[in-house]
Nanobody
Framework: QVQLVESGGGLVQAGGSLRLSCTASGRTFSNYVMGWFRQAPGKEREFLASISWRGTGTIYADSLVKNRFTISRDNAKNTVSLQMNSLKPEDTAVYYC????????????????WGQGTQVTVSP
């Protein structure tokens, strides 16, 4: 499995922006579809976005992040990022990156490798 480490979380005011990054190691990064999920206290982990092996395809959870979050990847640096704009208090959660080998799934069950998560807190 590929090892994943997230960074970039923190405290931000509502309306602000954060950029999360996830660095992969241990396997060929470009062999993996990468995704971002989040989990708020007391809630199930939910899908946010995924990006295909070379970055030519993306999927978003439109109802949650449409026009606010953007996923990207840099295969030369083994990183996937999530740019988050216009943040809201309800975006407060632990954010996880994850890897899978098939493009198209939004289910966490299909992602076999996970990072430890990074906390994002959005104040009113």
């Amino acid at each position: 499995q590929v090892q994943l480490v997230e960074s970039g979380g923190g405290l931000v005011q509502a309306g602000g922006s954060l950029r999360l990054s996830c660095t992969a190691s241990g396997r060929t990064f470009s062999n993996y579809v990468m995704g971002w999920f989040r989990q708020a206290p007391g809630k199930e982990r939910e899908f946010l976005a995924s990006i295909s092996w070379r970055g030519t395809g993306t999927i978003y959870a439109d109802s949650l992040v449409k026009n606010r979050f953007t996923i990207s990847r840099d295969n030369a640096k083994n990183t996937v990022s999530l740019q988050m704009n216009s943040l809201k208090p309800e975006d407060t959660a632990v954010y996880y990156c994850a890897a899978t080998t098939a493009f198209g799934s939004r289910s966490q069950k299909d992602f076999g490798s996970w990072g430890q998560g990074t906390q994002v807190t959005v104040s009113p």
